[in-house]
T-cell receptor, first 115, second 114 residues
Framework: DVKVTQSSRYLVKRTGEKVFLECVQD?????MFWYRQDPGLGLRLIYF???????EKGDIPEGYSVSREKKERFSLILESASTNQTSMYLC??????????????FGPGTRLTVL | AQSVTQLDSHVSVSEGTPVLLRCNYS??????LFWYVQHPNKGLQLLLK??????LVKGINGFEAEFKKSETSFHLTKPSAHMSDAAEYFC????????????FGKGTSLLVTP
């Protein structure tokens, strides 16, 4: 089974702190994604990566950056956390095989609270 | 951008009765369509996906969805609800030529009462 793990289930940070969210997948997937999930808004794509050191902005990249130094690991960075970044963050991965019908596999999520 | 609209934010059914969760998509072409489920405090799990091989798609846990191009719909159904079906359900579209992006609907919360 594909496994996507995220470093923390719950995280509490203070405004202005630099925050790192880590995601690791064990299936040698080329693509990795970061979403945030807010009630009534569904999931919104922050950034994705289709290869090591490659990244693309999603729909809401402002206030975030990412890093992918190894194929299995994709990090989301909040340079200076703000209260409006309080949210559930979900990481996902997918393979290039089978083209557009590829499903994404999700981690359990990190619930981040910024005080 | 191509998108999906989930027509109900909340659906409540009694255990043993049918489930219908409605999803419409906006597309000039046949997109790739998915339904995901999220149980409380869990990650998202794929229920089923439309791959153009058949318009009626069967998924896990007895769910199925029918792709209707004329109605631009991809509704999710189950003949008989179980208590364990209570969860958040997301209709998802990958537009043609979109690369890797998925567009998520806002979700439908399914409540199953005894």
């Amino acid at each position: 089974d594909v496994k996507v793990t995220q470093s923390s289930r719950y995280l509490v940070k203070r405004t202005g702190e630099k925050v790192f969210l880590e995601c690791v997948q064990d299936m040698d997937h080329e693509n990795m994604f970061w979403y945030r999930q807010d009630p009534g808004l569904g999931l919104r794509l922050i950034y994705f990566s289709y290869d090591v050191k490659m990244k693309e902005k999603g729909d809401i990249p402002e206030g975030y950056s990412v890093s992918r130094e190894k194929k299995e690991r994709f990090s989301l960075i909040l340079e200076s956390a703000s209260t409006n970044q309080t949210s559930m963050y979900l990481c996902a991965s997918s393979t290039l095989g089978a083209g557009v019908y590829n499903e994404q596999f999700f981690g359990p999520g990190t619930r981040l609270t910024v005080l | 951008a191509q998108s999906v609209t989930q027509l109900d934010s909340h659906v409540s059914v009694s255990e043993g009765t049918p489930v219908l969760l409605r999803c419409n998509y906006s597309s000039s072409y046949s997109p790739s369509l998915f339904w995901y489920v999220q149980h409380p405090n869990k990650g998202l799990q794929l229920l089923l996906k439309y791959t153009s091989a058949a318009t009626l798609v069967k998924g896990i846990n007895g769910f199925e969805a029918e792709f209707k191009k004329s109605e631009t719909s991809f509704h999710l159904t189950k003949p008989s609800a179980h208590m364990s079906d209570a969860a958040e359900y997301f209709c998802v579209v990958r537009p043609p030529n979109s690369g890797y992006a998925l567009n998520f609907g806002k979700g439908t919360s399914l409540l199953v009462t005894p």
